[in-house]
Every structure is written in C-alpha cells, then in structure tokens.
C-alpha cells in the first residue's frame, strides 16, 4: 500500500469524530498561541522595566496592574484551551472506538462463518481490541500534540521575523539541524520498526508453540528443537533492536541536544553579539528572542514518538479497514422458508479467496429428505469444504446449493439454522455450566426436555457423576472433560436443537470403544428420521448409507451404494481395500500380542 493511501486510511477511518478532532486541534493551537502570546507580553515588560519607559502595546499604554491581569488572562485561556482540547480530543477517541468496535462487531456477525474460522478468533480480537485501542490513543493523545507541533514554531517564526529577521534566521537554523539530525535518525526507522515488530511476533507465536505442543515435546523431543526455536526468535529479536538501536541512537541524541534549549539561545546570544559589535541591537528583540526562540525548537521534540505513533496507528487503520472491507453474506430482501428437506448440489464450484485453485469443481448430487448421504475420499478431496457450504460458512463461487428446490442463499439466515445443525469433531464449550452449553441450543427449551436430550445423547449419567451435576462448569477452565464427553455434550445441543438436516463431521479421534460405542449411539438417536450428510473417515459405519458419494481432487468420482461402487472398481475400492487392509492389520497385531502373551 502507498504512503498517501495509508494517509487516507488512517483519516478516513477517523471521519466520524472529524469535528472533534478539528475542535481538539483548534483549542490546542490557541493554547500554543496564548502562550508565545504571553511571553511576546513578559518580553514587552522586561524591556520597558530595564528601560524604565511606560509600556506600549499597540498604542495602548499598560501599567504594572494591567500587565499582570493580561499576563493572567492570557495564562488562564492557554491553560482552558489546553484542558479542553485534552477533553474534547479524548471524548472524540472515546466516541471513534465506540462506533469502530459497534461497526467492527456487526459486521464480523454478517462475514461468512469461514472467514472467521480461517482467520483466527485470535487475530480478529487483536483487530476489534487492540487496533481499536491504538486508534483511541492516536486521536486522545497525537492529535492536540499535532497541532501544537505545528502551531507553535510557526507562530514563533512569524513573531521573530516581525520583530527582528536576523533572529529568527538564527533561531530557524538551529531548529532546521535539529530536524535534519532527527530525520537521519527516523531514516530507515519504518523498514527498522517492521523488523522489529516481524520479531516480536515470531516470539509470540514460538512461545504459544512451545506451550500448545508441549504435550509433544514432553513424549519426542528433549526440548532442543521446540526450545531451539523460542531461543533463535528471542536472539533475532535482540540483534534487530540492537541494530535498530546502534541505527538510530546516535542522530537521535544528537538531534535531542541541538534542539534542547541550550544551542537556540547560544546561537540568539552569538547574533545579539555580533549585532551590538557590527550592526545595531533593540533590547526588546534580543529579551524576545531570548524567551521565544527555544518554544520553536521545543515543539519538534514530541515529532519522533509523534512520527512512530503514526506510522504504527496508520497500520491499524488498514488491518480495521481490511476486516471491515470483507464482503458480507448476501441477505435475501425477500426470504423465502424452507419447507421441505431435501438438499441438491447444483453445479457447484468453490474457492477459498487468496487460494489459486478450485477446491471444488462442477458438484452434482441429491439426498432425498431423511436419507443418509456419506461423503468419502482421500485426505484433501473436498469433503469438508462441501459439508461447510451447507450451513453457508461459505457462499459458492458459482452454481448453487438447494434446501427443498430453494437456493440457501434465498433464506434468512435464522431459517437456514433452524434447517441445518453442523456437529463438528472440534466441539467448542463456553466457559458455563454444561445445562447452559446444552441450553443454548434452544433457549426456549424446559429442563425435562434438556433432560432427555442429554440421555439420548448418552451423557446424562455422566453428568450426574460430577460433583455439580448440570451446574458443573465446562470449557477450559471447567470440568476435564474427555474429547468423547465434549461432543456428546454438542451431539446433545443438536438433539435439543431438533433440526431436519443434520450435516455430521464423523468423529475419528476417539477411539476408545466405550467412547466409540457411546458416540454411535448418542449419533443414531441424533440422526433418526432427519437428512443426514456425514464426512465418514471409518468406512464400515457407512456400508449401509442410502447413497455414497465419493471425492477426488475437488471433483465427484462415484456416487452410489456401497456394493455398487466396489463393483465399479474405482477410487472407493481402492480406498475400501486400504481400509480392510488396515483394520486386518489392527486385528493381527492384537492376535499377535494375544500369542505373545500366551507363550
Ligand atoms: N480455509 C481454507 N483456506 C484455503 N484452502 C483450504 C481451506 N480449507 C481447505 N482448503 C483446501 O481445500 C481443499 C479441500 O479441503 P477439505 O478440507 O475440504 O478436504 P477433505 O476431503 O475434507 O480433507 P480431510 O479428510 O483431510 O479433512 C484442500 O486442498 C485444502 O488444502
């Protein structure tokens, strides 16, 4: 992205608090200015008391009293506009970050569900919290800053060239080295910042590494591979702050130095010199020089954070107007119901944005209303891609998908959910208590049908074994529920849930027979008389489906019933003679570990 689109980026996003921030930057200019305001007056005294003449300020004679009450009234308006602009600069942030989070959340709950799974919750909170957050201290802190640092050096430059040219010259060439110095300083700063961000978050992500496959780690590794990881980021990360550091320190202290006070009112003192020696000197020039000059170069020191807290808020703006440019799912304006449950593939193609190829070409099928429909075929085919265009986590690239001759796309999305339930293998609990993660399937639901839910799903017994019963907390910090426990908790949400199509993630990953034997039943109680579409890893659990379809490459390669298709011998032949193969390899290792421990 361009520097002048990121500008607009970061102003654009800003435009629903553009009058405050105008307001917030107009108070802190007219404190800048009530300021060198009152030490051009102060200057005006000194010279007349040294001088032992009246004061004169633009025809107006002012005694000692009338000096004070200005000095004061011109002390308090700098004081107020600076307090206001704090107060309205920080309503403004507080006003951005409430319409960026409202707007941000509204429309993540309109994005396709599959956007949000391939992103990442965790990125998309970064996006709502923290960028939001950097906004906020952007528009509450920089842009009153902003202002003045702009303002006030102006207003000085101006004042001194009225007042006496060669001055300001003078004031104007410690101030322009000092900017030069700090220039050299910020020079590679954006590409040095970029690094260095890069390594902050590669240490991020080693340290969550370590920590999820730590379970790994403690079985196959001794620690050097994970470990070795975590350390390189950490040393990568210390060698580019230490670059960054040794780059820049040297013009940033310096530049610090020049525009300390000290250098400015050197150089006003060496031209005071020289003018009394070679020219002619007004005291009043030299008194308001002296009080001036530094405001001028004081002004550029908040630049440097200043210029990193736009660079780093210019970026925010961009990740939010990213989220926020993600097209929507299309909502019918007029929403057809669905009333009848059989599903119909139609011409369908599918691809992943930022993903080249097609993970889905040209689909075609049916299932009738209350048959079971197996999807198979080898790891990467097209199964889930197509069992998630069901519930829409997805809109298809072309074609279209047909609930009842409607097309999905044509019902409220509310419909659409009271017609499919999606029960996955990675089964999500809230932090709440297990009746309230079953109950949330329908709210509407009274505890004797929660009940019976739970019993279908085989896990009522178990719930009652827990100290709390029902009341025991799920989720992370909650019960330690085994894998096998969790989904038939969720297989007990979607029984509760009682849709009429049910699109089902066959689950592979617990395979101790009592879990198993458990899940087949709370699966079978769940599937009764409904639609059913499974993604089947076991083949044996889908001998008996009214219709397989079998995946290859994106594309369908068979559909049909399982004698068929092994007559037919293609790709689910082969895959079912690997599947026999591998099941008899089970059963005579078992034998052979029966024979050993026979002998
Ligand atoms: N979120 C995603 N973004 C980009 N590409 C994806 C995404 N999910 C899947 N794919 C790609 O789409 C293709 C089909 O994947 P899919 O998960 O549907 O296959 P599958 O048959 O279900 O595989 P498996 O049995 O291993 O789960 C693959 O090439 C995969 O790499």
Redesign the pocket.
């Known amino acids: 992205m361009k520097k002048e689109e990121q500008k607009q980026g970061l102003w654009a996003i800003m435009s629903p608090v553009k009058f405050k921030i105008r307001m917030a930057m107009l108070l802190a200019s007219i404190g800048a200015i009530s300021l060198i305001l009152s030490l051009l007056l102060l200057s005006f005294a000194l010279t007349n008391i040294l001088q032992n003449t009246p004061l004169v300020v633009f025809g107006f004679e002012l005694n000692l009293v009338n000096t004070i009450l200005l000095l004061a009234l011109l002390t308090i308006i700098a004081f107020l506009s600076r307090f206001g602009a704090f107060a309205v600069s920080h309503l403004g942030a507080f006003h951005l970050e409430q319409i960026l989070r409202t707007k941000l959340s509204l429309h993540l709950a309109k994005l396709p569900l599959?956007y949000i799974?391939?992103n990442g919750s965790g990125a998309l909170k970064k996006v709502v919290q923290d960028d939001v957050k950097t906004l906020h201290a952007f528009v509450a802190d920089s842009t009153p800053m902003i202002a003045k640092s702009i303002v006030a050096p102006i207003t000085t430059l101006i004042i001194l060239l009225v007042i006496d040219y060669r001055f300001a010259l003078a004031t104007l060439s410690v101030f322009i080295l000092g900017w030069i110095t700090m220039a050299v300083a910020m020079k590679d700063s954006k590409s040095l910042r970029i690094k260095y961000e890069q390594s902050q978050s590669n240490i991020n992500r080693a340290v969550i590494e370590f920590a999820q496959a730590m379970p790994v780690v403690r079985t196959f590794d001794d620690g050097t591979t994970s470990f070795k990881r975590y350390n390189d980021a950490l040393i990568e990360f210390k060698n580019n702050l230490h670059h960054w550091m040794s780059v820049s320190a040297f013009s940033a202290k310096l530049g610090m130095i020049i525009l300390s006070p000290l250098p400015t009112l050197l150089a006003v003192i060496i031209t005071a010199i020289f003018l009394l020696n070679f020219s002619s000197l007004e005291l009043f020039a030299f008194i308001s020089a002296l009080f001036l000059s530094t405001g001028m170069a004081d002004a550029m020191m908040p630049l440097m954070w200043l210029n990193n807290h736009i660079k780093k808020s210019q970026t925010s703006a961009l990740k939010i107007q990213e989220v926020l440019s993600v097209k929507a799912l299309e909502i019918a304006k007029e929403p057809k119901t669905i009333n009848s449950f059989d599903i119909e593939f139609k011409n369908v193609s599918f691809k992943?944005?930022?993903?080249e190829?097609y993970?889905?070409k040209d689909i075609n099928f049916k299932v009738s209303s209350g048959s079971v429909t197996a999807?198979v075929?080898?790891?990467?085919?097209?199964?889930?891609?197509?069992?998630?265009l069901i519930p829409r986590f997805w809109d298809v690239s072309s074609g279209a998908i047909k609930i009842g001759s409607i097309d999905i796309k044509e019902v409220s999305s509310e419909n659409l959910m009271d017609t499919v339930s999606f029960v996955f293998q990675d089964t999500f609990l809230f932090q709440d208590t297990i009746y309230n993660n079953i109950k949330m399937a329908n709210t509407n639901a009274t505890d004797e049908e929660i009940i019976n839910a739970s019993k279908a799903a085989q896990i009522h017994d178990f719930i009652l074994s827990l100290p709390d019963g029902y009341e025991t907390l799920a989720g992370d910090r909650g019960a330690n529920l085994s894998g096998g426990q969790k989904q038939r908790i969720t297989i007990a949400r979607a029984i509760l849930r009682n849709t009429p199509i049910i699109v089902l993630?066959e689950a592979t990953a617990f395979a101790d027979p009592e879990n198993e034997e458990e899940i087949v039943k709370a699966l079978a109680n769940l599937t009764v008389n409904k639609t059913v579409i499974m993604?089947a890893?076991r083949l044996s659990t889908i001998k008996d489906s009214e219709q397989i379809v079998v995946?290859d490459e994106?594309k369908i390669s068979e559909i049909g019933k399982h004698e068929d298709l092994l007559n037919t011998k293609g790709v689910y032949s082969k895959l079912w003679s690997n599947y026999e193969k591998a099941s008899s390899w089970n059963l005579e290792k078992i034998e052979d570990k029966k024979g050993e421990n026979n002998e």
């Open positions: 599959g799974i391939s992943y944005d930022n993903v190829n993970a889905l999807l075929g080898p790891s990467g085919a097209g199964k889930s891609t197509v069992a998630k993630d993604i890893h995946f994106g």
